[in-house]
């Protein structure tokens, strides 16, 4: 069941009538989106419905023996016990088929020729969202920035809760779970955020990153492409993979708007950056403040030298690329970026930048051409394919229907352009003061252009195969 | 420990409040649906006023084959003889080998989806005011047993051929989004924002205004770009003629005027797809199609076999067989 699919609307209209109906109740309350989450959850596949609650019941007892023990040798115990249960589910059953490939593969370029084992492990949807979650929630515990939960129905309720179990935001615990501890207050102004969320969200993805997708299959599924084709596809794929993500990212967030909930914004229009960094503070914000709190500062972040700060960054960006997928397109595209920032951070600090003043457009331009190339990795489905792109871009012609494809992009890299600099110029802040009735007006424009691109077929969101 | 200390330590503690009055949010919720319809109704109001133009037809490949050659079909040129049929004739019959040759022809096949009936429709628009035209039904043995045209495909032929909005078929939500939003966009945005096609398509020819584009420079032929797989399946060998075949024949020859020369060409199969009755059978197949079409003969001297190195698929040559093909037959008929 995703967002964009009428199952799911209607999976939402009840549960928000049962919500009504519980509001006096905040066990039933707690049951309900319990329930509802599984239910959301089961629709993909039922099966791994046990792996959320074994690895989640895991956690809670950690953090439950972590909480109640002074002695740090059996707290550190019991979170070792979490971070493998969560490091080892997500081994399994992301990344070993990916380790065993390479393995061999490996092995074979030393002349040891064994066989390759055919591995057949399905991704349980969300599990890298989830894990990180729970993650989250001890190491949280751990470091005595939470009181740990002691309803199980409660723990569970949030670290399940649908609108972002699947693809986030990857929330801390110590900003949602207190949320569940207390009675929700909904006021007409969240409840209005979050329909303009929800109809943003909804335009982003059915309107923008829907028209993009056939665009940059084009470009990435064509041998014939080659010249700029292959620049334009990586600026479809960049638009495509944005409304993909901050449109669901805006769904989820206006989902729970609606049940009394915040969540983290997750995206602050990452393409008006005009560095790197800037971009990192702008996409995927929750992923990237993970990384930064539990793998960069306890690597030492930037306390321990240049040099050793240099390396943080790019370990800790080497493995957001592969916490996107097991491939080495992932990893090489998490490398790029984490040599980019590295870079960065060392032109910031050294003399020349003092002197060597770069105008915004050029420091934009540079950005959006890291990210770009970047893309190039993330989208293909090998380094081969990316680096044979590359090439094909100077030296083979483009295709017949460049003239077509130009007009095309071009078209929706403006949709994404227009609707950033939109929701910059009219953040929430400002709508919220907007007349009701102009807001309204927007609003039913809005549900307009979603319902011109609603489809039958409901294409599902990039980030859920991660 | 008071009772009422008890009950308090028991009672459920509120789950959420809602601090909105129904009223409130009902009338937002009121005033966006009631923009939307006013959005709505203005498309409507355009579309059933007959202010926008009528559909571009290039919404996908189906609808930009057929419309493209309704359009072939209606254009005034020096043709003389069109090629109508499945997708066969699209794919095998090379219109520019024919000219190299001398022969004036378009090819106007389209797809199995419409069924004979509709390939006359195409047909008697080409002889509308060419006296003298001549005709070649191409058809797939695998054409031949199929079951009902679709209707979808057919109202798409019709309001191309009439260059009006294809008729509304269905209700609900298909008929709502038909006669506003998909409406808008077939009449309006096809014509400026272009649409990508996907697979192998996509890849040969992009957009479905690249083909249609294409069709017209090529006199209506198309390319096909897969490499046949003998050991796939590729569904029965056995081929026979659909219970439908002969009233289809019958209504294709009625929409022709008098005295036009029509001829019957039986699409060939790879090699390793073949019976080994399989040209016995087709010839038979052809007769008995010729015979209901009244055509003049049967083109039984053409290929019915080829090598599965000349397919792309069991129905479509690749376009260097097609040329080859095509050959063969521009000298059969300059030999007439």
Redesign the interface.
């Not at chain 2, 005033?31 to 709505?40: D, I």
């Not at chain 2, 996509?202 to 957009?207: I, K, L, V």
């Given at each position: 069941m995703i967002f964009n699919s009428n199952t799911f609307l209607i999976f939402f209209l009840v549960v928000t009538l049962l919500y009504w109906l519980v509001r006096r109740n905040e066990r039933h309350r707690d049951a309900l989106i319990l329930v509802s989450s599984f239910y959301f959850y089961g629709s993909w596949d039922w099966r791994f419905l046990g792996l959320l609650v074994l690895t989640g019941g895991i956690d809670f007892l950690c953090a439950k023996k972590i909480s109640d023990s002074t002695e740090k040798t059996v707290r550190h115990r019991w979170l070792v016990l979490s971070i493998c249960s969560n490091i080892g589910t997500l081994g399994f059953f992301k990344y070993a088929g990916f380790f065993i490939d390479s393995a061999v593969a490996a092995l074979e370029q030393f002349g040891i020729h064994g066989p390759r084992p055919a591995l057949q492990i399905l991704l349980p949807a969300g599990i890298s969202f989830y894990t990180f979650q729970a993650l989250s929630y001890t190491l949280d515990v751990y470091r005595n920035h939470i009181t740990v939960e002691r309803n199980v129905f409660k723990y569970f309720a949030f670290l399940t809760f649908f609108p972002q179990l699947v693809a986030g935001p990857i929330e801390r615990a110590s900003f949602l779970l207190p949320q569940f501890r207390e009675p929700r207050k909904i006021s007409l102004e969240q409840v209005s955020r979050g329909v303009w969320f929800i109809l943003w969200g909804f335009v982003m993805k059915v309107v923008i990153a829907d028209y993009l997708a056939p665009l940059a299959d084009l470009a990435f599924g064509s041998q014939q492409a080659g010249g700029a084709v292959i620049l334009l596809g990586t600026l479809a794929f960049g638009g495509q993979i944005y409304g993909d993500f901050a449109g669901y990212s805006l769904i989820a967030r206006g989902l729970a708007n609606t049940m009394g909930f915040e969540l983290s914004p997750n995206f602050s229009q990452p393409y008006f950056s005009n560095n790197i960094q800037e971009f990192w503070r702008r996409w995927h914000q929750t992923l990237s403040a993970w990384f930064r709190d539990y793998l960069y500062i306890p690597l030492g972040g930037d306390r321990r030298g240049d040099a050793r700060t240099y390396l943080n960054i790019i370990i800790t960006f080497t493995l957001a690329g592969l916490w996107h997928g097991a491939n080495w397109t992932f990893l090489f595209w998490g490398l790029c970026h984490g040599v980019s920032l590295a870079v960065f951070r060392w032109w910031r600090q050294s003399p020349l930048s003092r002197s060597l003043w770069i105008p915004v457009p050029v420091g934009w331009l540079m950005t959006l051409s890291v990210v770009g190339v970047g893309w190039l990795f993330f989208r293909a489905t090998s380094l081969k394919q990316a680096f044979g792109m590359m090439d094909a871009a100077w030296t083979r012609p483009g295709p017949s229907w460049g003239h077509s494809y130009l007009i095309a992009v071009t078209i929706g890299v403006a949709m994404v352009a227009l609707s950033d600099a939109f929701q910059r110029r009219f953040p929430w802040d400002r709508v919220g003061q907007w007349s009701w009735k102009r807001r309204a007006m927007f609003q039913g424009l809005l549900l307009a252009f979603i319902v011109a691109r609603w489809g039958k077929e409901a294409p599902s969101f990039i980030y859920f195969q991660f | 420990m008071a009772a009422d200390d008890l009950n308090a330590s028991v009672a459920?503690?509120?789950?959420?409040?809602?601090?909105?009055?129904s009223s409130?949010?009902g009338?937002?919720l009121a005033?966006?649906?009631?923009?939307?319809?006013?959005?709505?109704a203005l498309l409507w109001g355009a579309i059933r006023s007959g202010v926008l133009p009528g559909e571009a037809h290039l919404a996908d490949p189906d609808s930009t084959i057929i419309a493209t050659k309704a359009r072939l079909a209606s254009r005034p040129g020096g043709e003389s003889i069109a090629f109508v049929g499945d997708s066969s004739c699209l794919i095998n019959i090379d219109i520019p080998t024919l000219r190299q040759q001398g022969i004036a022809a378009v090819n106007l096949g389209t797809l199995s989806y419409l069924g004979i009936d509709s390939f006359g429709l195409l047909a008697r628009r080409f002889c509308e005011g060419r006296p003298g035209a001549e005709i070649v039904l191409v058809v797939h043995p695998e054409c031949l047993r199929l079951t009902e045209p679709s209707v979808e495909h057919r109202a798409i032929l019709e309001s191309a051929l009439e260059s009006q909005g294809a008729p509304i078929s269905g209700g609900g939500w298909n008929r709502f989004q038909r006669e506003t939003?998909?409406g808008?966009?077939t009449r309006m945005l096809d014509r400026w924002?272009?649409t990508?096609?996907?697979?192998r398509m996509?890849?040969?020819?992009?957009?479905t205004?690249?083909l249609g584009a294409?069709l017209v420079s090529t006199g209506g032929t198309m390319e096909e770009t897969a490499v046949f797989d003998a050991a796939a399946p590729h569904g029965s060998a056995e081929y026979r003629l659909a219970r439908r075949i002969r009233p289809e024949c019958e209504a294709f020859r009625s929409r022709l005027p008098d005295g036009v020369r029509v001829r019957v060409i039986i699409s060939p199969v790879p090699s390793s797809h073949a019976l080994k009755s399989h040209e016995a059978t087709v010839t038979q197949l052809g007769r008995e199609v010729s015979r209901w079409i009244q055509a003049d003969e049967s083109a039984g001297a053409m290929p019915l076999v080829m090598p599965d190195s000349d397919f792309g698929t069991v129905t479509h040559l690749l376009p260097s067989a097609a040329r080859t093909y095509s050959g063969i037959l521009a000298r059969k008929i300059l030999e007439k």
């Open positions: - | 459920p503690q509120e789950g959420h409040r809602y601090l909105l009055k409130g949010f009338r937002h005033a966006t649906a009631a923009s939307f319809a006013l959005v709505t939003f998909d808008f966009r924002i272009p990508p096609l996907r697979g996509g890849e040969r020819y992009g957009f205004q690249d294409s």
